[in-house]
């Protein structure tokens, strides 16, 4: 009989999405004490699965998480959940393709043994809530609640403490529920949003925020990796609000995302205001071509 309904591997086995459950003394549930990695399909086939997975074991290590199985098995076990889940999308949509790893439950009482949760999941693409944002691009509003200085907690282990990013993006949409949060760090220099890398171009030049201080976003890497493919010259450096200001074009970058254009920054217009400038439209078309798909036009299909 054809499968029903997603499967997950949760511990050892591949169950039915609706009878995966962890247990309620997870460390990941009451501690945020886990980590995870979200790669995307695009044709149901996984983008960069290998990066994602090698930043997942880094940010296990940052944690001193024991995964409990190699990367290649890892690899292995992600390949056969999204091959089983992936006859169950519609049409034009694609997943976000998810591994978590928690401290499991705290064993308290003697001889009691603990083991770490090791999920895999498969989520529809928020396509049709956000194909808007391919024809307007993404307002961005600074919040008052600067990114975690990297000594405090590196951002660039992806754990499950999203708080800081939360209470950014909750102060922003009480301001206007469109816009997305742009976080600075403690310097007032652009960090990044709750699931974004951030970019400016100026007189021709791409630029983004220092590896230190963010997520060192699989996609920033490749929009930097294209730019140089394309003799676009770009760098990696400190970004304050004059330079967003001032800029010619931003834009955002994210798995889910790829790139997208940005209008605005605290309602300032980069350049004369249209979007995509021509160089983040240079990149979005080059995107497109790596992956084998015009993932704007997957977006726009999902118009409502
Ligand atoms: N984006 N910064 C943060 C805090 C993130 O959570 C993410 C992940 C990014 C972009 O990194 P990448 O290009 O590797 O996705 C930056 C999630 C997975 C997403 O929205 O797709």
Not at 62 to 84: K, Q
Not at 194 to 208: E, H, L, M, P, Q
Not at 243 to 267: H, K, M, Q, R
């Amino acid at each position: 009989m054809a499968q029903q309904e997603r499967v997950v591997y949760l511990n050892g086995r591949i169950v039915p999405e609706s009878q995966a459950g962890i247990p309620i003394r997870d460390a990941g549930f009451i501690y945020g004490d886990a980590v995870f990695d979200a790669a995307r399909t695009f044709n149901g086939q996984v983008f960069r699965m290998r990066e994602h997975i090698d930043r997942l074991y880094d940010s296990c290590k940052y944690l001193r998480l024991d995964p409990g199985m190699s990367r290649e098995r890892m690899v292995e076990l992600t390949t056969e959940v999204v091959e089983r889940n992936v006859p169950l999308l519609g049409p034009n949509e694609d997943y976000w393709v998810t591994q978590r790893v928690t401290r499991g439950v705290e064993a308290t009482s003697p001889g009691e043994e603990s083991h770490n949760t090791v999920l895999i999941e498969c989520r529809p693409l928020p396509l049709a809530k956000r194909a808007h944002y391919y024809r307007t691009g993404i307002p961005l509003l600074t919040p008052s609640v600067p990114r975690i200085p990297p000594r405090f907690m590196s951002p660039r282990a992806k754990t499950h403490n999203y708080l800081n990013l939360v209470l950014g993006d909750l102060e922003v949409h009480d301001s206007d529920p469109d816009a997305w949060a742009l976080l600075l760090d403690e310097s007032g220099n652009l960090a990044e949003g709750r699931g974004s890398n951030v970019f400016i171009v100026k007189d021709g030049v791409v630029s983004t925020p220092r590896l230190q201080m963010v997520l060192a976003g699989i996609t920033r890497q490749t929009v930097l990796d294209l730019a140089a493919s394309l003799k676009i010259p770009a760098e990696e450096r400190d970004i304050d609000l004059f330079d967003a200001y001032t800029a010619d074009e931003v834009f955002l970058t994210s798995t889910s995302l790829c790139i997208c254009p940005v209008p605005s920054v605290n309602g300032m217009a980069p350049g004369d205001g249209k979007v995509p400038g021509p160089v983040t439209e240079r990149l979005m078309g080059a995107f497109s071509d790596l992956v084998g798909m015009d993932y704007v036009s997957q977006y726009l299909a999902h118009l409502r």
